[in-house]
């Protein structure tokens, strides 16, 4: 069965009735499945429509066209049921300074109406110690923060978590303790869906990808069949006659200079590798297929026909990272925001 069900999904701002009023496209027509039981990584940079999409999931958003269902009920009519049966951490997380940690998750946990059976575990794998959760929330850094929102998104067992950038501020021996926990989540048969520009861990926990840009889907893929779609660089060093690649399928931008030949290898290698098979081979680079570049590679091609490489609030190669930041300092939520970064209605 699919967890999350999105068809035609849609989400427009401004085109009122004055003819200046600009039309943005947050969202435009995206529609995707995520199953059950598996992590389903929603990839872009900044700006490019993941947090939107994700509260239009949860109903604090009405879609202006196009519906979507998540495990089983209708995000418009049934928004406060799928509310109570999900986990969800937003992005840049807000909390209340005056509670202690403690108390943060306790009061999270009544409004979700389930019992906290994972907390004391997940704590313990996050480092919060109950010395840090008798402080309050005020003195915590940003990763502290952070490990807080996972805590309280999870620790009620959620059929399904949807994660929004849940890496973010994290040092790396706390963003690899928080891949293993959602590895056992999924092994229990759980689903997670989270959006991230952090390509390393989508390509590490993830089972599924969607890539989106400008607010479109442009890529819908398993993660290993993406990566096997991407061109690898190749560097090779013969004695002896070079061997000849031209026309082996899936080899291009070839160039022999001497003993050296270097090339670029797309997709099953077992054409290239036969082809060298003749001849002697002094050394031999193949690079690993990159999430990276295939995503890259994915937005080049839909800008050619627009004009440039663009994503949202910046070109995709500055907007996307390989890592999170570690932590930073604390910061305080934004006037109006209550805990989790939903605005007051």
């Given at each position: 069965m699919?967890a999350?069900?999105?068809?035609?999904l849609?989400k427009h701002y401004?085109?009122?009735?004055?003819?200046?009023?600009?039309?943005i496209?947050?969202?435009?027509?995206?529609?995707?499945e995520?199953?059950?039981?598996?992590?389903?990584?929603?990839l872009?940079?900044?700006?490019?429509?993941?947090?939107t999409?994700?509260?239009?999931l949860?109903g604090?958003?009405?879609?202006t066209?196009?519906?979507?269902?998540?495990l089983?009920l209708?995000?418009?009519?049934?928004?406060?049921?799928i509310?109570?049966?999900?986990?969800?951490?937003?992005g840049g997380?807000?909390?209340?300074d005056?509670?202690?940690?403690e108390?943060q998750?306790?009061y999270?946990?009544?409004l979700?109406?389930r019992?906290?059976?994972r907390?004391?575990?997940?704590?313990?794998?996050?480092?919060?110690?109950?010395?840090t959760?008798?402080?309050?929330?005020?003195?915590?850094?940003?990763g502290?923060r952070?490990?807080i929102?996972i805590?309280?998104?999870?620790?009620?067992?959620?059929?399904?978590?949807?994660?929004?950038?849940?890496?973010?501020?994290?040092d790396p021996?706390?963003?690899r303790a928080f891949?293993?926990?959602?590895?056992?989540?999924?092994a229990?048969?759980?689903?997670?869906f989270?959006?991230?520009?952090v390509?390393?861990e989508?390509?590490?926990?993830c089972?599924?990808?969607a890539?989106?840009?400008e607010g479109?889907?442009?890529?819908?893929e398993?993660?290993?069949?993406?990566?096997a779609?991407r061109r690898r660089?190749?560097?090779i060093?013969v004695?002896g006659?070079?061997?000849?690649l031209?026309?082996?399928h899936?080899?291009?931008?070839l160039?022999?200079?001497?003993?050296?030949?270097t090339?670029?290898?797309e997709?099953?290698?077992?054409p290239?590798?036969?082809a060298l098979?003749r001849?002697t081979?002094?050394?031999?680079?193949?690079?690993?297929?990159?999430?990276?570049?295939?995503?890259l590679?994915?937005?080049?091609?839909?800008?050619?026909?627009?004009g440039g490489v663009?994503?949202?609030?910046?070109?995709?190669?500055?907007?996307?990272?390989?890592?999170?930041p570690?932590?930073s300092?604390?910061g305080?939520?934004?006037p109006?925001?209550s805990?989790?970064?939903?605005t007051r209605r």
């Amino acid at each position: 069965m699919a967890a999350i069900s999105a068809h035609g999904l849609t989400k427009h701002y401004g085109g009122g009735r004055r003819e200046t009023t600009p039309t943005i496209r947050a969202l435009d027509d995206v529609s995707l499945e995520v199953l059950e039981g598996e992590i389903f990584g929603f990839l872009g940079p900044n700006g490019s429509g993941k947090s939107t999409f994700i509260r239009l999931l949860l109903g604090f958003l009405h879609a202006t066209a196009g519906r979507a269902t998540v495990l089983g009920l209708d995000s418009d009519v049934d928004s406060v049921a799928i509310r109570a049966r999900t986990g969800y951490l937003p992005g840049g997380v807000a909390l209340y300074d005056g509670l202690t940690g403690e108390g943060q998750l306790d009061y999270l946990a009544a409004l979700a109406g389930r019992p906290s059976v994972r907390r004391a575990e997940l704590c313990d794998r996050l480092e919060l110690s109950r010395e840090t959760l008798r402080r309050p929330i005020r003195d915590y850094s940003r990763g502290m923060r952070q490990k807080i929102g996972i805590v309280q998104a999870l620790q009620h067992d959620p059929e399904l978590a949807i994660l929004d950038e849940p890496s973010e501020g994290l040092d790396p021996l706390m963003q690899r303790a928080f891949y293993d926990i959602l590895g056992e989540v999924r092994a229990a048969g759980r689903t997670v869906f989270f959006s991230s520009h952090v390509l390393s861990e989508v390509e590490r926990v993830c089972d599924r990808v969607a890539v989106v840009r400008e607010g479109r889907l442009v890529a819908l893929e398993d993660v290993g069949t993406l990566l096997a779609r991407r061109r690898r660089h190749v560097e090779i060093t013969v004695v002896g006659p070079p061997p000849d690649l031209s026309g082996v399928h899936g080899v291009t931008g070839l160039a022999v200079e001497g003993s050296r030949i270097t090339c670029s290898l797309e997709g099953d290698p077992a054409p290239f590798l036969a082809a060298l098979a003749r001849s002697t081979i002094a050394d031999i680079l193949i690079e690993p297929a990159r999430l990276e570049d295939a995503f890259l590679e994915l937005y080049q091609a839909g800008a050619k026909a627009r004009g440039g490489v663009s994503g949202g609030n910046g070109t995709a190669g500055a907007a996307m990272r390989e890592s999170a930041p570690g932590e930073s300092a604390p910061g305080e939520s934004a006037p109006g925001e209550s805990p989790l970064g939903e605005t007051r209605r």
